[in-house]
């Protein structure tokens, strides 16, 4: 490869992405990267925080190899800088000014810390995004939006953020509010003829931690005055965090607001697999002062599989048994005291990345051999990653495990083709509905 070559392999790169992804997301996340400098051996570019180095090897990690010249491992050859970001210093706000109105004092709860959470696969990207934002707020992605399913620890990262900041930088306001909250403060201020007091209020604000945005759809009177604050805290530099049960665009709220919402990291939780699940179980176990066996931490694991805090319900109910008995906790046992929070009929239906192999080779009319292969031909590239897209939807395990199932692939190219395949369907109805069928035929 000649020096030149290397220099344009990133332009390359950088127009062959251009066109494969969407415009808000090109301008988010590739559009601020700078090549620094290319030899026949590297490139070194600058990006703006390390989200965007993140983002670049768990989605392009394999295209980038195609563009650049290699490591020994097979790796592109890239070295990162991130670049120092100036920040305007913010004005302290002068507290004997402004004056503190009826605001609820959401206090943060103590069990809700960073040490507390458990990672896993499902929730590793969302939590170290909150915990750079904890640690450096304002400076790195504003605001964060962190969505995914009931019960899988938004709030539990929220309060993190929260108490991290009050420790680490004593200085900073902090407020967390749930959607609910934010709202009948805006009643009682409008009552008692505050608003403007309330608004000066949030607008001083450091950070801001908001939970559950998804109360605020169909509350069009206070849609209004909330984006208004959101912008103003925004414009100003100061950091806002966001849940949601939703992605920005599936909630029905103002263009202007899914715009805002959507300008800074959008992350997903998804339900945590087993073994994170089984950690979690003996975490919170172990600090009730209860010893469950793994075998039992894997049984219940196995039946509670969606929701972390049904997972603390039946632990707290264990925890309640064994002060009152003194049997041994074994299957039986557990599962008497469980048996009305365990779902369905038994564990979850153990899917095979065989059985999804098969079904996807039906439906699109190619090979299994040639699914798990390496041929590039469009036809089967894209019945691979549809397998790969269901697989991470329908099996409990780690993606690691799973990745390596299709023949030895890394579990970036696993999450590249799911996140290619969940863009797809949203806009081609033809592979949404052969997915759906996919789906089906193994469901059944
Ligand atoms: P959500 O806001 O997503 O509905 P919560 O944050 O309220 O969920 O979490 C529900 C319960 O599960 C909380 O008690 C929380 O501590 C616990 N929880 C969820 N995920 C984790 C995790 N990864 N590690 C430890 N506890 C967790
Ligand atoms: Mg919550």
Redesign the pocket.
């Known amino acids: 490869m000649l020096e030149c070559d290397v220099k344009s392999g990133w332009t390359q790169f950088i127009e062959f992405i251009e066109n494969r992804c969407s415009a808000a997301e090109f301008q988010n996340w590739i559009a601020p990267i700078e090549l620094i400098d290319s030899s026949l051996e590297k490139i070194t570019i600058q990006v703006p925080n390390i989200f965007v180095k993140e983002y670049l090897l768990d989605n392009f990690k394999e295209i980038l190899a195609d563009f650049l010249p290699l490591q020994s491992n097979g790796d592109p050859a890239i070295v990162f800088q991130i670049a120092v970001e100036e920040k305007p210093i913010l004005s302290m706000p002068n507290l004997h000014e402004v004056e503190e109105p009826a605001i609820s004092q959401l206090r943060l709860n103590p ?2 810390t960073f040490e ?5 696969p499902s ?1 590793q990207f969302v939590k170290s995004a909150a915990f750079g934002i904890a640690a450096r707020p304002g400076k790195s992605y504003n605001p964060l939006f962190i969505h ?10 929220l309060h993190s953020i929260g108490h991290y900041v009050q420790e680490h930088h004593k200085k900073q306001k902090v407020q967390l509010i749930t959607t609910e909250s934010f709202i009948n403060d805006i009643v009682d201020a409008l009552r008692s003829k505050s608003i403007d007091k309330m608004k000066r209020y949030y607008r001083t604000l450091d950070v801001l931690l908001i ?1 559950d945005i998804q109360f605020l759809q169909n509350r069009l009177n206070f849609e209004e005055e909330f984006c208004n604050t959101f912008e103003a805290l925004l414009n100003q530099n100061k950091q806002i965090v966001i ?1 949601s049960d939703k992605p920005p665009t599936q909630l029905k709220l103002s263009e202007r607001m899914v715009a805002r919402m959507e300008w800074g990291l959008v992350a997903h ?1 998804s339900i ?1 697999d087993l073994e ?1 699940r089984v950690a ?1 179980i003996k ?2 176990s172990e600090t009730r002062g209860l010893n469950i066996p793994n075998q039992i931490a894997f049984f219940i694991a196995e039946h509670i599989y969606n929701n ?2 049904q ?2 319900g039946a632990i707290n109910r264990l925890s309640a048994h064994s002060r009152l008995m003194s049997t041994q906790m074994n299957e039986e046992v557990v599962e008497k005291i469980l048996s009305e929070m365990f779902q369905g009929n038994g564990p979850m239906k153990r899917i095979s990345v065989e059985e999804i192999l098969k079904s996807v080779a039906a439906v699109f009319e190619v090979r299994i051999s040639e699914i798990k292969g390496e041929s590039r031909h469009k036809e089967i590239a894209l019945a691979r990653q549809v397998a790969m897209y269901l697989a991470k939807e329908m099996i409990d395990d780690s993606l690691m495990k799973i990745a390596s199932s299709f023949g030895g692939k890394t579990h970036s190219t696993l999450l590249h083709a799911w996140k290619k395949i969940s863009d797809q369907i949203q806009m081609n109805e033809t592979l949404r509905k052969q997915v759906q069928m996919v789906r089906r035929n193994i469901e059944n």
């Open positions: 069990l809700y507390n959470f458990i990672e896993g929730n995914g399913g009931v019960g899988l620890g938004k709030t539990h990262l939970d849940t939780m945590p994170t979690i975490h919170k972390v805090r997972i603390e």
